[in-house]
């Protein structure tokens, strides 16, 4: 068992936290498989339905042309409303008009004591369950025909508002055994569990078929990266490691218990831009449509949505859906005027985290803040890169990498530690960086290109 404990680090202190038990929202007349910036955006499809079509809970809607057999599955019984596509035609989701009655693609309930690897493959590949699954390095969707040397459990949350692993299990405790035992069947290897020290969670205490490991300390101590660095670190092009979060369990869980998978999940809806009694916990479906989820609940003004928490999430529409991956749906006002002279100013009321500002001194602003979309300024050359490393724990030159990757030298980055890392860990550099860089942009395209060239 290891302890891992994070110093380097920053919990933002956004306002509007949700509070309470989970509320159930009703049924959407409408759900999305959302494909949106949820480690999809390398995955080339072969369409298997069309706008009109009549499918059911658990029909594949399309395959992955690069791993035959990997189905992504419909988390709706209804018609296929709308198909669509971004940039270069990439899909971006496929939307489901919701039948009163729903219908469920008939599969048989799995024992695993009775099953071999090769059939278990097949089924999960069949009933869409490798989507759940990721891969390092370059973070991509795992590949059933190259086994990990280890597996990581995420059961930590540390991003804004996001909800609790343990929130995720409750009501599901079967579902959760029985995922990592089909874990265990499906692999042979190490599978560490990663939870937060001081969990009164018994699911997670008890747990089986893994190797327990605990973490404290800031965000983004809920990052996997932080995770297998400290206990199986990544070092070179063929090292493999699959990773999960506590939804893609459940969801293995499941689908061996019931043969379907689990169509719920806790999403929080908070931020500033909420109403104070409207910030909560909220039981959604998969792919629930974001018009549902901020109903009633926004303060007048201009705002914009976030679909994920607010360091990693995206900008999304009333009439899109919540992402694949998320358990978060946010709303920050966006200014409608610039304010006048802030450079002028000693910034009494404005945030810092790196001590810019006189409320880094002042006691009374040690409070939670009202953000908003405003940048505080443009993007500019690189003034203070050293800042990066006084808030990112992985043992990496996170400057120098964002340099070698710039130049596309991806021999060099390797060396800074290209592999150890995905965008998201470079998503609270990019919050405190005053040069206003999109350094996650920087290395999502770095890990593709990178892959292209060795492995692609």
């Known amino acids: ?101 729903e219908e469920m693609v008939e599969r048989a309930k799995i024992d695993l004591t009775d099953i071999s690897r090769a059939d278990l493959v097949q089924k999960l590949l069949e009933g869409g369950l490798f989507s759940h699954i990721r891969v390092r390095p370059f973070y991509r969707l795992a590949n ?18 996001v909800p609790e692993a343990e929130m995720q299990i409750v009501g599901k405790e079967e579902e959760f055994s029985l995922g990592l035992e089909a874990l265990a069947k499906l692999v042979d290897c190490p599978i560490h569990l990663v939870y937060k020290k001081g969990t009164a969670s018994q699911p997670l205490l008890q747990a089986k078929h893994v190797i ?32 999960l979060n506590i939804l893609g369990v459940l969801h293995l869980g499941s689908f061996i218990r019931h043969g379907k998978l689990a169509l719920d999940r806790i999403v929080s809806v908070a931020g500033p831009a909420i109403l104070p009694e409207k910030r909560a916990y909220l039981r959604a479906r998969f792919g629930h449509p974001v018009r549902d989820i901020f109903e009633g609940r926004v303060a007048q003004g201009l705002v914009r949505y976030v679909s994920g928490d607010f360091l990693t999430g995206d900008a999304v529409e009333l009439d899109d859906f919540v992402g694949f991956s998320h358990t978060t749906c946010g709303a ?39 953000f908003t979309t405003s940048l505080h300024g443009q993007r500019r050359a690189f003034m203070d890169g050293l800042l990066y490393e006084k808030f990112m724990p992985l043992d990496i030159l ?4 964002i340099r070698a990757c710039l130049a596309e030298d991806y021999e060099l980055a390797q060396q800074y530690g290209l592999l150890e890392v995905v965008p998201e860990d470079f998503a609270l550099c990019e919050f405190v960086d005053p040069s206003k860089i999109e350094l996650m942009d920087i290395i999502r395209t770095a890990l593709r290109r990178y892959y292209k060239d060795q492995l692609g």
């Open 1 to 101: 068992m290891v302890h891992i404990k994070v110093k380097r680090g920053l919990n933002i202190p956004i306002e509007g936290e949700p509070k309470g038990e989970p509320v159930l929202l009703k049924n959407p007349t409408e759900v999305a498989f959302n494909f949106n910036f949820s480690g999809f955006e390398t995955v080339k499809f072969h369409m298997l339905v069309q706008p009109g079509d009549r499918v059911k809970i658990g029909q594949p809607l399309c395959e992955d042309r690069e791993v035959i057999g990997r189905n992504y599955v419909s988390p709706a019984s209804g018609v296929v409303q709308e198909i669509k596509r971004g940039e270069k035609r990439r899909l971006s989701a496929i939307v489901i008009k919701v039948d009163g009655q």
């Open 332 to 370: 920050l006002f966006e200014p409608e005027k610039r304010e006048f002279l802030p450079f002028m100013r000693l910034g009494a009321d404005q945030y810092t985290a790196t001590g810019a500002y006189l409320s880094h001194f002042l006691s009374w602003m040690k409070k939670k803040i009202p």
């Open 212 to 243: 327990h490991h605990t973490v404290e300390g800031p965000h983004p101590a809920g990052n996997v990266s932080v995770h297998i660095q400290a206990i199986d670190p990544i070092k070179s092009l063929s090292d493999t490691v699959w990773t």
């Open 398 to 401: 996170p400057l120098q990498l």
């Open 144 to 161: 059933p025909k190259i086994p990990p040397r280890s597996i990581f459990i995420k059961a930590i949350e540390t991003g804004p508002f």
